[in-house]
C-alpha cells in the first residue's frame, strides 16, 4: 500500500518484512492487548511493543504473527526492541506533532514544498513545446 507522491510511502523495509503505519484504532487495540498480556507494569513496555508489531509487522500483504503473544513467543526482546523503535521513527517522520517545536515544523513543510515542486519539475515542458502559447489573434 503506497501513499501518493505528495505523502510517501505508508510501509518500510525491515528485514522481517515491512512495517506499516496503523490508525489510531489499531494503535489503541494494540496497546489495550499489550495491557492484558502485561502481568505488571514491568511488561506493559515489551507487551505493548509485541502487540504493536503483530499489527505493523507484514509480509507479502499479510501479518507476520497472529497476535502479541505469537511475536513474544517468536522474537528476542532485543528484535521486538529494534522494530519497534524502526515503527516509531517511521511513523513520527509520517505524523509530525505540533510538539516537536517551530525549528522541526518549518523544516518539515520546506522539505514537502521541495519535494513536490521538484516533482512536477520539467513536467510540463514536453507538453508546452507541442503546444506553444499562442500571443494575440491571428486572422
Same mark, same amino acid.
Given at each position: 500500500m503506497e501513499g501518493g507522491f505528495w505523502t510517501g510511502p505508508d510501509q518500510i523495509r525491515v528485514k522481517e518484512g515491512r512495517l506499516r503505519l496503523l490508525s489510531a484504532r489499531e494503535v489503541l487495540d494494540a496497546r489495550q492487548e499489550g495491557d492484558a498480556l502485561a @502481568?505488571? #507494569? @514491568? +511488561?506493559?513496555? $515489551? &507487551? !505493548?511493543?509485541? &502487540? $504493536? %508489531?503483530? !499489527?505493523? $509487522? +507484514?509480509?507479502? #500483504?499479510?501479518? /507476520?504473527? +497472529?497476535? #502479541?503473544?505469537? /511475536?513474544?513467543? #517468536? %522474537?528476542?526482546v532485543e528484535d521486538i526492541a529494534r522494530l519497534s523503535d524502526a515503527w516509531a521513527r517511521f511513523n513520527r517522520e509520517r505524523n509530525p506533532s505540533a510538539l516537536d517545536g517551530e525549528r522541526e515544523i518549518e523544516r518539515r513543510k520546506k522539505?514537502? =514544498?521541495?519535494?513536490?515542486? =521538484?516533482a512536477f519539475n520539467g513536467a510540463c515542458s514536453a507538453c508546452s513545446a507541442l503546444c506553444p502559447p499562442r500571443s494575440g489573434r491571428k486572422a
Amino acid at each position: 500500500m503506497e501513499g501518493g507522491f505528495w505523502t510517501g510511502p505508508d510501509q518500510i523495509r525491515v528485514k522481517e518484512g515491512r512495517l506499516r503505519l496503523l490508525s489510531a484504532r489499531e494503535v489503541l487495540d494494540a496497546r489495550q492487548e499489550g495491557d492484558a498480556l502485561a @502481568r505488571d #507494569g @514491568r +511488561e506493559r513496555a $515489551l &507487551c !505493548r511493543n509485541a &502487540c $504493536l %508489531l503483530a !499489527r505493523a $509487522l +507484514e509480509r507479502r #500483504g499479510k501479518p /507476520v504473527f +497472529e497476535d #502479541g503473544a505469537a /511475536v513474544l513467543d #517468536g %522474537l528476542r526482546v532485543e528484535d521486538i526492541a529494534r522494530l519497534s523503535d524502526a515503527w516509531a521513527r517511521f511513523n513520527r517522520e509520517r505524523n509530525p506533532s505540533a510538539l516537536d517545536g517551530e525549528r522541526e515544523i518549518e523544516r518539515r513543510k520546506k522539505a514537502w =514544498s521541495t519535494r513536490l515542486m =521538484s516533482a512536477f519539475n520539467g513536467a510540463c515542458s514536453a507538453c508546452s513545446a507541442l503546444c506553444p502559447p499562442r500571443s494575440g489573434r491571428k486572422a
